[in-house]
């Protein structure tokens, strides 16, 4: 646990364990209305388990590598990142789906909102984020307000510190692999053309908002 509240380093972030407790010192700054007593396990486990596809886990350090190479264009697509964080490409003979890794990188890009993952990769690659430039008071209520773009009964990181915020009745579990929500997601993310290629050539984490940002996250399902 951090000793005081304040943005980690971004230097030496060269192990999965040192990765992890930047995180969590991000968080904690980033939500001054979580005690620094609160034990930050649950927040541990939920950072270090990214979206399965066939049962297979994987690194979300590897996953912040990837990002990087993605920010650099050494990768040029998600499909691309899914197939090298070690997602399997579709199998006819199974049944699944031509779009699999198109929605699986639907639901990846989600848990990373979800976590605020995306603002603590964009903080480290220096990139300025709302989520940690725009810390709201102490003493306003999580359940009040929404962070980047993501209520707190939608909010991971933020339930992980705090049992008392519950999910949205009804939510599905971003591990679900819903068929449906993740190709409706997938067709609200134009940047990504048909053959998985970025069309705009814009940062890895984007959004249309005059940000410099070319990646749209879905947001969160809405109850019906």
Known sequence: MPPSRALPSRESITSPSALEEAYIAFILYCNPCVPLTTDPSPLREAFRTPPKSDGKTFSTYTLFTLIRKLESRELKTWAELALQLGVDPPDAE?????????????????????MHVDAFFDYLMGRESEYWTCVPPAEVSPLDIERDGVAAEDDMALRALIPAVKP????RKLDAADEEASSRSRRESPQEGEDG????????????????????????????
Request: proline share 13%; net charge positive; hydrophobic share 30%.
């Open 94 to 114: 199974k049944g699944q789906s031509a779009q699999k890794i198109q929605q699986y990188a639907v639901r990846l890009k989600r848990w990373m909102r979800a």
């Open 168 to 171: 949205r009745r009804g939510r």
């Open 197 to 224: 290629r970025v069309q705009d050539r814009e940062p890895w984490t984007a959004f249309p908002d005059g940000r410099g940002r070319a990646f749209v996250f879905p947001p969160p399902p809405r109850p019906l």
